[in-house]
T-cell receptor, first 114, second 111 residues
Framework: NAGVTQTPKFQVLKTGQSMTLQCAQD?????MSWYRQDPGMGLRLIHY???????DQGEVPNGYNVSRSTTEDFPLRLLSAAPSQTSVYFC?????????????FGPGTRLTVT | SQQGEEDPQALSIQEGENATMNCSYK?????LQWYRQNSGRGLVHLIL?????REKHSGRLRVTLDTSKKSSSLLITASRAADTASYFC???????????FGKGTLLTVNP
């Protein structure tokens, strides 16, 4: 299994541009999520999904959209990039093990907005 | 807002020594998890302890949980240079699939 994959690894955008960060998992996990990590900070939850067709907002959803049309894929869209969105973005997936979830993380996408 | 707060923020030890990191949290939890992040990489799950458990072991890792004090500790015994990484605690509250992460402890193990 490849686990959780993310593309691209690095991206530079200009302010106002839009783009989609891709995330895919091949473990048939029902739950997927997107986090951002800023220097000296932990991870903050942006959006999450508990299954295909179901998404919800996390702690910092503004400026981001998600969709979940399949179990495998969970893309994150930046609608109009801003310098404040410069960050490292991580996608994660998990499944229920006796109603407790441990998360499997992708390698991350490092995004710079100029 | 961060639920967990790790202490210390940074820790530097010699190879072979034990490393202890602490995590405090504010609200009731269903489980607490510890993750490791090597520089420039994604997080890797280390261990999960449920709210009704007090201690758990996995290899050189020992985790304790004190729900009355809302705190947890991660002990790494006989540390190695390869243990150099950031360590994060994460708590699961009302929805077990939503985790709230702390800011992490940067552990440096000197050879």
């Amino acid at each position: 299994n490849a686990g959780v994959t993310q593309t691209p690894k690095f991206q530079v955008l200009k302010t106002g541009q839009s783009m989609t960060l891709q995330c895919a998992q091949d473990m048939n996990h029902e739950y997927m999520s997107w986090y951002r990590q800023d220097p000296g900070m932990g991870l903050r939850l942006i959006h999450y999904s508990v299954g295909a067709g179901i998404t919800d907002q996390g702690e910092v959803p503004n400026g981001y959209n998600v969709s979940r049309s399949t179990t495998e894929d969970f893309p994150l869209r930046l609608l109009s990039a801003a310098p404040s969105q410069t960050s490292v973005y991580f996608c994660a997936s998990s499944y229920s093990r006796q109603n407790h979830y441990e998360q499997y993380f992708g390698p991350g996408t490092r995004l710079t907005v100029t | 807002s961060q639920q967990g707060e790790e202490d210390p923020q940074a820790l530097s030890i010699q190879e072979g020594e034990n490393a202890t990191m602490n995590c405090s949290y504010k609200t009731s939890i269903n489980n607490l998890q510890w993750y490791r992040q090597n520089s420039g990489r994604g997080l890797v799950h280390l261990i999960l302890i449920r709210s009704n458990e007090r201690e758990k072991h996995s290899g050189r890792l020992r985790v304790t949980l004190d729900t009355s004090k809302k705190s947890s500790s991660l002990l790494i015994t006989a540390s190695r240079a390869a243990d150099t990484a950031s360590y994060f605690c994460a708590t699961a509250g009302g929805s077990n699939y939503k985790l709230t992460f702390g800011k992490g402890t940067l552990l440096t193990v000197n050879p």
